[in-house]
């Protein structure tokens, strides 16, 4: 536990005398903290403009998607696939499904090494739902997500290489949704979007 | 900690095996002429010790996405065309990490001479998180010229990876989230970051001379 | 909603939030905040506000500024929230937040000083209600503020991290990606200058 003491005890008399004056507190204008709530939903209303805006979300959720709507979920999400997407023979067998790991630290900055990303999804409905992206092939069958107690969250632990990713989330095998807590990119080549991450923080 | 990270290593590798290993590279799923062009083009990529697994990548995604058939097979083609630009742009680097990092730039129109920039300034260290950020700026409508200066200048600058990585997921956040250009954008957080870096190295200081642009130059 | 009014600290026996406290109302208030809960957000706000006022205060170069910073900080970090994974402890973030908002103004300060400011200007810019500080004259205070401004502000914001918000060396590094060593570093520098601004008039 932290202790602001402790770090001054090593100073100065005269240093710590500052420190002392430096810590007081402000007083705080009593509409400030109204003010500042007010700003920040107000900004939070205003969705940028080139985001979807989900219907009908709950207590404020904004922009997390509801995909238990799936045909607005795909409609934003700008394609749909119809029937199954069969994975190819000989692709790898299901990965047990792993509860939350522990972040890896590089031991240094020249090691490559995969550092362990959690993809979580909103999905109260869905039967199932994988996390699909360059780091596995695409192949949803690689990474099935877990459902969390309430329903409601889908999550999953992925060791990714360091680099820029795209992904999706395969929905019932049938339909992928972009993260919408993720930016996005339109691939060049195809014009189909996908969501991004740029793995690099432990 | 120690026996925690070790496990968590042993877990990726394990986890690696299974991913994206070479023997699961064939292509299936698509129309039979579709699936057997897209697969030479893999194999022809693998014999000649390119990454395989990135046109792979790309045609699963294609199919996922329903890409008419010849549409595949045009996208497999130009990231194996790419993936050999991107080698000889980031000679030595030879991870697949790199590479598939420098074509994803290369899809985006980056210069090559960019990506050989970068690649010089990380010569022995790994520098997928470097292109990746490079490349999201682009994706970002950053002038790929601007892009490649700041992320050059944080790589001479002594900039971690993990700075660098910030610095790219910062900036589409002020891009999404805040509503900045992202020209503007990824020159503040350059500029804030700057001052906690190494000076520039006398021969490289494109970097630093663009201060707070509140209009950059406009992507032609 | 609205939010209830906490007791108004007053001046120079303030105790500081005990970090204790600070943590529990983090752990619940965050997880619904990033939902959306803006009851819970204002919690947090109510938590952090002096403290973030306190820091951006001494942090600018106009210190009038810093409600407008401490602003703009809370509603980036709202903003943020549904991307914020709780890898990193919650108060570094948000002070990671606002040194970003308060060095890029700054920045523009330094380039706006050349602008010539009319009376009207300054007189504008007097808040209406009387800051906390000016309550008492305080030469002390003020002699400390002073010398702190003149610090450059690299080495005043590590200082002001590190001795008045009490984040540890390892936590600061992960903050700004700056060398512990060159973390001490600017502290020392800091102190240095402090001790010898301010010894040599130090009558209180």
């Given at each position: 536990m932290r202790n602001t003491r402790d770090f001054r005890d090593g100073a100065d008399p005269v240093v710590r005398r500052a420190i002392d004056e430096l810590q007081r507190l402000p007083a705080v204008a009593d509409d400030a903290v109204a003010n500042v709530v007010s700003a920040a939903a107000a900004a939070r209303l205003l969705p940028p403009a080139d985001e979807p805006v989900f219907p009908?979300?709950?207590?404020?959720?904004?922009?997390?998607?509801?995909?238990?709507?799936l045909v607005a979920a795909a409609a934003f999400a700008g394609f749909i696939i119809r029937g199954t997407v069969t994975a190819p023979p000989?692709?790898?067998a299901r990965v047990a499904t792993t509860t939350a790991i522990a972040p890896v630290a590089y031991s240094t900055e020249s090691a490559v090494v995969p550092i362990i990303e959690q993809f979580v999804f909103k999905a109260p409905t869905a039967r199932r739902v994988a996390v699909i992206g360059d780091f596995n092939r695409w192949d949803p069958s690689v990474a099935p997500m877990a459902r969390s107690s309430d329903g409601e969250l889908w999550s999953r632990s992925i060791p990714i290489m360091p680099g820029r990713h795209t992904y999706a989330f395969m929905v019932d095998d049938s339909i992928l949704v972009l993260d919408p807590r993720a930016p996005k990119t339109r691939d060049p080549d195809l014009g189909a979007e996908g969501s991004v991450r740029i793995v690099g923080r432990p | 900690m120690r026996a925690a990270r070790v496990y968590a290593v042993a877990l990726s590798f394990a986890a690696l095996r299974v991913v994206g290993a070479q023997d699961s590279l064939r292509f299936v799923g698509a129309d039979a002429v579709t699936s057997r062009q897209v697969s030479q083009i893999i194999e022809a990529a693998a014999a000649d010790g390119l990454p395989a697994g990135v046109i792979l990548s790309k045609a699963r995604f294609a199919l996922a996405v329903r890409t008419p058939g010849p549409k595949i097979v045009d996208a497999a083609k130009a990231v194996a065309a790419r993936l050999v630009i991107a080698r000889g742009a980031i000679a030595p680097h030879d991870l697949e990490g790199d590479l598939a990092g420098a074509e994803a730039a290369l899809s985006y129109e980056v210069p090559a001479e960019i990506l050989r920039r970068i690649s010089l300034a990380r010569?022995?260290?790994?520098i997928a998180v470097p292109l990746g950020v490079l490349t999201q700026l682009v994706a970002d409508r950053v002038p790929a010229k601007r892009a490649g200066e700041i992320v050059e200048g944080l790589l001479r600058r002594g900039a971690t990876m993990t700075q660098i990585a910030d610095l790219g997921n910062t900036v589409d956040a002020d891009v999404k989230i805040g509503g900045w250009k992202a020209i503007d954008a990824a020159n503040m957080r350059y500029n804030n970051l700057a001052p906690h870096l190494a000076p520039m190295p006398?021969?490289?200081?494109?970097?630093?001379?663009?201060?707070?642009?509140?209009s950059g130059p406009k992507k032609p | 909603m609205t939010a209830p009014s906490p007791s108004r600290p007053t001046l120079s026996s303030l105790p500081l939030p005990h970090p204790a406290q600070t943590a529990a109302l983090d752990a619940k208030a965050i997880s619904r905040a990033k939902l959306g809960d803006i009851g819970a957000f204002t919690e947090i706000v109510q938590a952090y506000y002096a403290r973030c006022l306190r820091f951006a205060r001494a942090m600018l170069v106009e210190p009038d500024d810093a409600e407008d910073m401490v602003q703009e900080a809370f509603v980036r970090l709202y903003r943020a929230l549904p991307r914020?994974?709780?890898?990193?402890r919650f108060e570094s973030w948000l002070f990671q937040i606002l040194g970003n908002c308060c060095r890029t103004a700054n920045s523009v300060a330094q380039r706006n000083a050349a602008r010539l400011v009319t009376d009207d200007d300054l007189l504008e810019r007097i808040p209406a209600e009387s800051r906390a500080d000016d309550d008492a004259p305080n030469a002390w205070g003020d002699s400390v503020r002073h010398a702190l401004a003149e610090l450059p502000e690299h080495n005043r914001e590590i200082f002001l991290l590190h001795y008045i918000e009490g984040f540890s060396y390892d936590e600061i590094e992960r903050m700004t990606g700056v060398r512990q060593s060159a973390l001490k570093m600017r502290v020392k520098r800091a102190s240095d200058f402090l001790r010898a601004r301010l010894s040599r008039g130090d009558k209180s």
């Open positions: 009908a979300p709950q207590r404020g959720w904004g922009r997390i998607a509801l995909a238990g709507g000989g692709s790898p | 010569p022995k260290e790994t006398a021969n490289a200081a494109a970097a630093d001379n663009a201060g707070f642009a509140t | 914020y994974e709780e890898r990193q």
